[in-house]
């Protein structure tokens, strides 16, 4: 079985930073792709941020030029850099990674932004 730990959240102000960081741990010898979602009270999970074992990346319009998706392909983590929030932000957020044979998200993690 894989699992999938996120740390980081929090709460944080508008404008402010924060950083996520997903572990995963298991049976796990590459993966196809890892990834970010959230989901906001009231809505359904979307997708924020992906990021290949070769390091292609893909964002959600919302999230272009604030947020960063990383990978250490070694140590089977994806960390998500996130500059410049903004209440919308506020959510809680998923890690996600899919590999041969398997889908797995974590548990979540609540970012929350408010002054």
């Known amino acids: 079985q894989v699992q999938l730990v996120e740390s980081g959240g929090g709460l944080v102000q508008p404008g402010g930073s924060l950083r996520l960081s997903c572990a995963a741990s298991g049976s796990i010898f590459s993966f196809y792709a890892m990834g970010w979602y959230r989901q906001a009270p009231g809505k359904q999970r979307e997708l924020v941020a992906t990021?290949?074992?070769?390091?292609?990346?893909n964002y959600a319009d919302s999230v272009k030029g604030r947020f960063t998706i990383a990978r250490d392909n070694a140590k089977n983590s994806v960390y998500l850099q996130m500059n410049s929030l903004k209440p919308e932000d506020t959510a809680i957020y998923y890690c996600n990674m899919k590999i041969i044979g398997g889908n797995y998200w974590g548990q979540g993690t609540q970012v929350t932004v408010s002054s």
């Open positions: 990021i290949t074992g070769s390091g292609s990346t």
